[in-house]
Nanobody, 124 residues
Framework: QVQLVESGGGSVQAGGSLRLSCTASGLTFDDYAMGWFRQAPGKEREGVAGIRGDGRTIYADSVKGRFTISRDNAKNTLYLLMNSLKPEDTAMYYC??????????????????WGQGTQVTVSS
């Protein structure tokens, strides 16, 4: 049974930083592409960043230069370092796993497993 558990969310002021973590179990982590998504109240879920099994990454334009996605295959853990946070980054953040290890996409339909989410709130 695949489980993805996010942690690290919280409340910060604009300009601050947070690091999200997603610990995976029930799968061979190296064999999966991973992604971070977010959903704000009243808005659709949007892709934030993705990382392939070989470490190649993709980012949404809105977070380029501020967010960094990374993975530690030895720890079965995905990370999202978020710097220079803005109020518009406020959302529930989800990690996701795709069986296609070569996937480099921010489209949610390509991902097979999802975590429960961790809330990020940025105040101005």
């Amino acid at each position: 049974q695949v489980q993805l558990v996010e942690s690290g969310g919280g409340s910060v002021q604009a300009g601050g930083s947070l690091r999200l973590s997603c610990t995976a179990s029930g799968l061979t982590f190296d064999d999966y592409a991973m992604g971070w998504f977010r959903q704000a109240p009243g808005k659709e879920r949007e892709g934030v960043a993705g990382i392939r099994g070989d470490g190649r990454t993709i980012y949404a334009d809105s977070v380029k230069g501020r967010f960094t996605i990374s993975r530690d295959n030895a720890k079965n853990t995905l990370y999202l370092l978020m710097n220079s946070l803005k109020p518009e980054d406020t959302a529930m953040y989800y990690c996701a796993a795709s069986r296609n290890v070569y996937l480099l996409s921010l489209h949610s339909s390509w991902y097979n497993f999802w975590g429960q989410g961790t809330q990020v709130t940025v105040s101005s």
